[in-house]
């Protein structure tokens, strides 16, 4: 029979060095010991189903991609698209013809879509009007909807004008956009508050996070939680501050593993101010807020495509529902976030390549190695996906132990700085196995 570890079993399972723990599960399930010095894996213990909505993106009619970027943006695996992404739709009147558009591409790519609708110079009517459009004149069906963008920002924007922008606006205004929304389609799923940043601590361990941010997350659930369907936020966690530039290479090899104790905690805060579970979207993330480009380590790099690779698997872990990547496509102006731009293809691309190939159950796995990271996950077939990510910048070498098996045969995918997501041929799972620096390897199990 498998064993099935529950999310909040293995949310604790994560946390050994989390501050604060969420709440006990009622039939708490011992998890094994991981086995030093060694990569394991017990296919028979099942941490349930990794949510397809995990593997997203944003897009906008600001960003639109060029012919050329089509096709791989078609192919990219990016299975959610948020819309109109960032600021945009918070100073723009998205138009039909925009949505048409839009709904067109996402039919094309067979992906998921989720729309935001303007906040900030909106009004509940325009929002319930949109909904009206896209969900029953069009019958697109949409599920997924956000309202506002990064309402954490608004004072700034606002003072100009001499007025202010506090939680208590933001709630009251988020609250009767939703129930006008929700009166128009009770079926949709709303998501908030969208948030621009959001992290485990505010006492100075985690990088851009204010205390700020964690009342407004505690005064929305508050609030809304009897409303909001999925809560979200945005993370960046560079630049540290708008003088401290871009991250290193070691700050960004470090950061991966903040994004276990920020999920942790989420999840705690929710379950205190709800009395429920709700299921977590980062909307927006990416390493680097800024729009630097040509660094080790900018969001246009190979590193950062590594660093995106252990985050993915981390979010998986920590049963995250969705998760929007920023962003799809970037050119000119708009930095090196992007998948796809003109004509060229990112690194983080390829990382979204190799996990296309990878199960939909999730299963046990662990590491004693921070630098080495395993994410393991079954296909519907049965066969068996182990994802390792070497975040060293030197080669790595450990055995991989699967539970009942000797000796095993796997086909290797490799995405280092020389292999972007290629075919290695078969190979056999035995002794030490060598994972090249900075690198995704992708063993498929026959």
Known sequence: MRRII???????????????????????????????????????????????????SNYGPWIA?????????YNSGVTILRFPAGSWGDHNDVTKLQIDQFMSFIEKMGATATINVRLLGGTPEQAAEMVRYVNKEMKYNVVYWGIGNEPTLYESELKNRGETYDIERFNQEWRSFAQAMKKVDKDIKLIGPEINQFSFDYSGASTNFGERDELWMQEF?????????????????????????TASIEELRINSQEWDKIIIHLREMIHNETGRDIPI???????????????????????????????????????????????????????????????????????YQMYKMFGNELVYSSS?????????????????????????LEELAKPLR??????????????????????????????????????????IIK
């Open 6 to 56: 529950s999310t909040a079993v293995l949310a604790i399972f994560l946390s050994t060095s989390c501050s604060q723990k969420p709440a006990a599960p009622t039939t708490p399930t011992v998890v094994p010991t991981p086995y030093p010095n060694t990569l394991y894996i017990d296919p028979n213990i099942s941490l349930g189903e990794i949510s397809p909505l995990v593997y997203g």
């Open 221 to 245: 659930l508050k609030a809304n939680g009897d409303l909001v369907d999925i809560v979200s936020f945005h993370r960046y966690p560079f630049p540290r501050s708008n003088v401290s530039g």
């Open 281 to 351: 979207a980062i909307t927006e993330f990416n390493s680097d807020y800024s729009k630097s480009v040509g660094g080790e380590s900018t969001p246009d790099s190979h590193y950062n495509a590594i660093w995106l690779g252990d985050v993915l698997g981390r979010l998986i872990k920590n049963g995250v529902f969705m998760a929007n990547h920023w962003m799809l496509t970037s050119k000119g102006g708009y930095g090196g976030w992007g998948l796809v731009g003109r004509t060229e293809l990112y690194p983080s691309y390829y990382t």
């Open 402 to 443: 699967i539970t009942g098996q000797t000796s095993v045969k796997s086909e290797a995918w490799l995405f280092d700085p020389t292999h972007n997501a290629e075919n290695m041929g078969d190979v056999e799972l035995s002794g030490e196995i060598k994972f090249p620096a900075q690198s995704i390897t992708l063993f």
């Open 65 to 73: 991609l060029s012919m050329d970027a089509l096709e791989p943006a």
């Open 368 to 392: 004693d190695n921070p630098d080495l990271s395993i994410y393991t996950a079954k296909r519907s077939d049965g066969t068996l996906t182990v994802m390792v990510v070497n975040l060293s």
